[in-house]
């Protein structure tokens, strides 16, 4: 039997494996849990601002150039999110030493995220000072880890990041050109060619921590949607119109959280808590950080749209707004239906085609920001149906 149809799993076959996990994977599943420290003082909670700030830019500029510049910044940003989900899986925060790095790295993602407006307008040299002090942090506590049992990859990973933001560096301090080239070499070299891709299974995946951590970047992204659509209400009267508006946001941003949140979830911690332990570490990459990438980035290029749209929400879009909004939905299906399939849950199809009339939506926008978004929300209204109708079907068709 092949990876994939061993990591196939959704609705009852879920269930299934999750009440036959075995007793070892069971006891450690309350050990995977954040800590307090984790949960109130992690530096997953910074990303709200940094979310924020990606946004702005392109609220402000929807135009092919920033959108390269925010996908830039994320893939960099986010690898290093990633990396401490990684290491607060293997390290635990349970020496006052240990959490005053933690607060440190903490920092350091803060000011990393202040950095960001400028990044590529004279501040790249203070964007790569701070994101140095997140790596810095990173691989000081990675070291008091004895959950990777590689000594080879963890000194692997820690080389490819310090060269990665010494280029970094390099690129701030000559700005322009060079600063774009470096910036985008980089973090292609991290995600796509990068050692992580053959470990040689040295690292300890926990995937009830490993989950959470991820989940909590995201549901933090769609909550800035809802924060941006209302600072753009905010400039209004508060009337019919405002309202209708706010309510449509706030039901294409449970759109989005239903979509992950709905069972993916719960079905990717199956998933990597079936797969091999050699295989764990190259599934968490392509599941959690490459198709990620793509949920984080639809949810921003929503979060800018809805923004825009909010200030005259009756009246056309400009292109790259209507965009925004329409593209993200579409890059936010598709990455959703790409993360089903690296783990093997669900069915991936029906969410890639629905990227499809989601993108559609553009020419909608063109005409009323509002009405985009109502068409939206009814095209994710449609796909949840069929696929509850499928799931029925399914469950029905097993129980006979």
């Not at 004279?122 to 000072?129: M, P, S």
């Not at 690129?171 to 470990?199: E, T």
């Not at 009830?208 to 600072?231: D, K, T």
């Not at 941003?253 to 998933?271: I, P």
């Amino acid at each position: 039997m092949g990876r994939q149809q061993r990591l196939s799993l959704d609705g009852p076959e879920a269930d299934e494996l999750g009440r036959d996990l075995d007793t070892r994977e069971a006891r450690q599943r309350k050990r995977q849990r954040p800590r307090k420290i984790e949960s109130s003082g992690s530096p997953h909670w910074n990303c709200s601002s940094t979310f924020t700030q990606l946004t702005r830019l392109l609220v402000h500029d929807p135009d092919l150039l920033h959108l390269l510049r925010v996908a830039v910044l994320l893939a960099i940003i986010f690898w290093m999110y990633g990396g401490y989900a990684w290491l607060t899986n293997a390290v635990a925060a349970d020496t006052t030493a240990r959490r005053l790095v933690l607060i440190g790295g903490m920092a350091g993602f803060l000011l990393v995220a202040l950095t960001v407006p400028r990044a590529f307008d004279g501040g790249g040299l203070a964007f790569g000072l701070a994101y140095a002090v997140v790596v810095a942090v990173h691989i000081g506590l990675f070291t008091r880890t004895q959950r990777v049992r590689s000594a080879r990859d963890l000194v692997r990973v820690g080389l490819i990041n310090v060269a990665g933001t010494v280029l970094i560096v390099i690129g701030g301090v000559f700005g322009g050109l060079p600063q774009l080239v470096l910036w985008i070499l980089v973090p292609l070299f991290w995600w796509v060619v990068s050692p992580y891709r053959r470990l040689s299974g040295g690292f300890d995946i926990g995937a009830a921590h490993f989950v959470e951590r991820h989940g909590l970047v995201l549901i933090i992204a769609i909550g800035e949607s809802l924060v941006e659509l209302a600072l753009g209400l905010s400039e209004l009267e508060l009337g019919f119109s405002v309202a209708a508006v706010a309510v449509l946001g706030l039901a294409l941003s449970a759109c989005l959280w239903w979509t992950y949140f709905g069972g993916d979830d719960t079905s990717a911690e199956h998933a990597l808590t079936a797969a091999p332990r050699e295989l764990r570490p190259r599934l968490a990459l392509q599941a959690f950080g490459h198709a990620y990438l793509g949920l984080l980035l639809g949810v921003i290029a929503i979060a800018a749209g809805l923004e825009a749209s909010a200030h005259d929400p009756f009246h056309a879009l400009d292109l790259g707004h209507a965009v925004a909004i329409g593209g993200g939905a579409a890059l936010y299906l598709l990455s959703d239906a790409s993360f089903r399939q690296r783990l093997g849950i669900g069915r991936p199809g029906p969410r890639a085609v629905a990227a499809l009339p989601a993108l559609g939506t553009v020419a909608v926008g063109l005409w009323s920001a509002a009405a985009q978004v109502a068409i939206l929300l009814l095209l994710f209204l449609i796909l949840f149906a069929l696929e509850s109708r499928w799931n029925r079907a399914r469950v029905g068709a097993a129980a006979h």
